[in-house]
């Protein structure tokens, strides 16, 4: 349970307000208020002599609405309960959370509900994904029967009532959605118009504190993109911010570290000027069409790591963004909660750069491979210098991932560079169950090697 007392009552008198402003007429208790908060209000009133018809602008009745409300609003507006509290420090580290809504569709016991997930041990919280509607160029759901029918989102917004100090976001787009629609979406202002119209009031109707842009990937022609995405995504940027700043509501984005894409497609120092922080993709650098068996999260390049590759990892990823104007402490670093596995063309040679097939990947999460190294033999090996592990399973399976030496080295690493925090993708793929020993093992070890750690910060600021 929450008090709005202890709130206070600017967003439920806002609320409220608006509604009678747009009438400009006397309407009745029944009109404006919740039928589940009419009965409670009517007894208060009564015992203030007060009658069921009253002035829409009356003051009396909104402090009676906004004292009696009780442990959930409406619609969960950002405020409603005292998320916006907590002062934006730049300093404060960031562990922000992505979370997969598709797991609820997984078997049993691995289902993970939106209520499963351990507020407590992230900072902010992104719910993906919505998608974009091209035909009227809206914010649309992806899902609507677990985001509307199922209330997915209304029960998102909810876990702020447990973990008032959390940040909910709603992130936009992801590898499924393509390309070609946000591209189609930037390079018209009215179209921009619509999208940024309908990302505001999906986020103050439905309680989200903030919105992040995951477009994969803006100029990036094999994504369906164009070479004027880059100036027009940052003039989406710029009008998203500006709307947004009034309601004190965040605007963060996910992006790329692969150099050709960030050149074709980022304008990094204005990105970096309105975006509140930005989630770094330091995973999934390099996939089944590359045809070699690698680690997909390397921290550093190694000497194998050639023409294309030869920057490709997450320490000159991250290198390259500050390089090109975005400022340390805005930069979230991303681990992968999973692996990617490939398979091996020939069983006699399973070194590092392996001929692998160019036409297979699968990915298992933290919770099944924790399972496997634990109880079915896979041997762990260790990439001594892009500090991740790796397993050869199958006799013509080769798989790396990230546990808990690899994450502790890197989460070392954001703390010694003065980075602004790490994410990851994803938190339903913790060892959630605790199968393998204490629950959300990964988690915790991202709490407990940041328990201290203060963002450095410019003295220009």
Request: aromatic share 14%; with cysteine; glycine share 8%.
């Amino acid at each position: 349970m929450y008090d709005l007392r202890k709130t206070g009552l600017k967003h439920v008198y806002r609320e409220y307000s608006e509604r009678f402003m747009r009438r400009k007429r006397f309407c009745s208790l029944q009109e404006i208020v919740p039928a589940d908060r009419r009965q409670q209000i009517l007894m208060i009133m009564k015992s203030f002599g007060m009658v069921c018809q009253i002035s829409c602008t009356s003051l009396m009745l909104l402090f009676m609405i906004g004292w009696t409300f009780g442990a959930e609003p409406v619609n969960s507006r950002p405020g409603d309960v005292a998320v916006f509290s907590n002062p934006q420090d730049i300093r404060q580290k960031k562990i922000v959370c992505y979370y997969q809504t598709w797991a609820v569709y997984r078997p049993e016991p691995y289902r993970y509900d939106i209520e499963d997930v351990p507020g407590n041990l992230c900072t902010d919280l992104m719910y993906s994904f919505a998608g974009l509607n091209n035909n009227t160029w809206e914010l649309s759901s992806l899902d609507p029967s677990l985001d509307f029918s199922k209330d997915g989102y209304k029960r998102f917004t909810q876990l702020r009532v447990r973990y008032p100090h959390l940040r909910l976001f709603m992130s936009v787009g992801g590898w499924g959605e393509g390309g070609k629609k946000y591209s189609q979406m930037v390079c018209h202002k009215k179209r921009r118009d619509a999208f940024v119209k309908s990302a505001l009031k999906w986020l103050l109707d439905l309680g989200f504190d903030g919105l992040d842009l995951d477009w994969e990937y803006p100029g990036s022609y094999d994504r369906n993109g164009h070479r004027r995405d880059k100036e027009n995504f940052v003039t989406l940027v710029r009008e998203l911010k500006e709307v947004f700043e009034p309601y004190s509501l965040l605007l963060t984005a996910a992006v790329p570290i692969h150099q050709c894409r960030v050149w074709d497609g980022y304008d990094v120092p204005q990105l970096a000027s309105y975006l509140d922080w930005i989630n770094v993709m330091t995973y999934d650098l390099r996939v089944y069409w590359d045809g070699v068996a690698d680690v997909h999260s390397p921290l550093y390049r190694r000497p194998f790591d050639r023409f294309a590759y030869e920057n490709v990892n997450v320490n000159d990823g991250l290198y390259l963004w500050v390089r090109m104007g975005a400022p340390k402490y805005k930069l979230v670093v991303g681990i992968p909660f999973y692996g990617k596995a490939f398979e091996l063309l020939y069983q006699d040679q399973q070194h590092q750069g392996a001929p692998t097939n160019k036409t297979f990947q699968t990915t298992l999460a933290y919770y099944e491979i924790c399972k496997h190294v634990q109880s079915d033999g896979w041997i762990r090996h260790f990439d001594d210098i892009g500090k991740c592990p790796y397993i050869i399973y199958n006799e013509t399976m080769w798989m790396g991932y990230e546990d808990e030496e690899s994450i502790g080295i890197k989460l070392d690493y954001i703390r010694d560079h003065g980075f602004g925090g790490v994410m990851m993708w994803a938190v339903d793929l913790d060892d959630y169950l605790g199968s393998c020993g204490e629950q959300n093992k990964l988690l915790k070890l991202l709490n407990n090697k940041l328990n201290d750690y203060v963002v450095p910060i410019p003295d220009s600021l």
